[in-house]
């Protein structure tokens, strides 16, 4: 079967650096997505990786090894504001998009 | 960017009754918008792919008749709860499909609403 797992909660401190992991088993690849979802709120997009290697974009960056069905998800210099569910999906061969259950990022002042 | 609107973000219903859900693209045409069903600490749950002009492609295990999908238009698509009882009650999302500058099909999604079937 299809799975992903990421863990299912963090806590982190205010400034800090934060990873989050996400690894995967699916039919075929066709991309990895990252997206933030606020409490009761949908989700937004934060990254899309479909090579190997590390993809930066402001305070976040997002690494993918296909090899090792790995990616994750590094936030720096955290904020409150980041406090949110953070969401893995894979496309897999069909270009279906399977999601992870999200990890929830605690922050700390 | 790309604009999903969601109406209504949340409604409360009685048992029975039928409540509709729109989903519209704002700025762009999507031949194709997705719905999903989120319950509390759990991840998105795909319910059904809807195209535009033609009938909805559901997941395996939701009920056609219980959710009507409709994609009338280019920037339109709706899901009806039919006769909604109170293990109904979840968050709905719809997203549209969009290429983004990285060339990958990103998903643009609605704000949600929430239903509770008393």
Redesign the interface.
Known sequence: GQNIDQPTEMTATEGAIVQINCTYQTSGFNGLFWYQQHAGEAPTFLSYNVLDGLEEKGRFSSFLSRSKGYSYLLLKELQMKDSASYLCAVRDSNYQLIWGAGTKLIIKP | GAVVS?HPSWVICKSGTSVKIECRSLDFQATTMFWYRQFP??????MATSNEGSKATYEQGVEKDKFLINHASLTLSTLTVTSAHPEDSS?Y?C?ASQT?I?G?????????S?LTVL
């Open positions: 969601q600490k759990q991840s998105l749950m795909l968050f999302i997203s983004g990285s990958a099909n990103v998903l643009t999604f609605g704000a949600g929430r």
